[in-house]
C-alpha cells in the first residue's frame, strides 16, 4: 500500500507563497489522479486539486493561486501556492482520487497570518 508524506509548510504572510512537496512510498504509476486535500480547523477535509493525464482542475476557492504538478517517475507531487490568503490555513494532504484511505500522510502545516 503507498503511503504519501508532505512537506514544505510554515508560517506565511498574506499574499505570500509556499510549495508544497508529496512524496510517495512506491509507485504512483498506476495512480490515475493525484490531488491535494486541506482540513481546515472545524472543517471538513476538501479537495482543492487534482492532476489528470495532462489535465488540472482546482476547487473556486483556489483557482488562479494555486498549481498542482505531478512528475511520476519520481513518484511526487507538489502545490505551488500563490496570494495566500487567512483563509488558506489549513494542513494539507495529498492523496490520489478518489483517496486510498490507508495512504493518508501526517499533512504539512500551512498558516497564513501577519
Known amino acids: 500500500q503507498v503511503q504519501f508524506v508532505e512537506s514544505g509548510g510554515g508560517l506565511v504572510q498574506p499574499g505570500g507563497s509556499l510549495r508544497l512537496s508529496c512524496a510517495a512510498s512506491r509507485t504512483i504509476f498506476s495512480i490515475d489522479a493525484m490531488g491535494w486535500y486541506r482540513q481546515a480547523p472545524g472543517k471538513q477535509r476538501e479537495l482543492v486539486a487534482v492532476?489528470?493525464?495532462?489535465?488540472?482542475n482546482y476547487a473556486d476557492s483556489v483557482k488562479g493561486r494555486f498549481t498542482i504538478s505531478r512528475d511520476t517517475a519520481r513518484n511526487t507531487s507538489s502545490l505551488q501556492m500563490n496570494s495566500l490568503k487567512p483563509e488558506d490555513t489549513a494542513v494539507y494532504y495529498c492523496n490520489s482520487v478518489p483517496f486510498l484511505i490507508d495512504a493518508w500522510g501526517q499533512g504539512t502545516q500551512v498558516t497564513v497570518s501577519s
Open positions: 492532476t489528470r493525464g495532462g489535465s488540472t
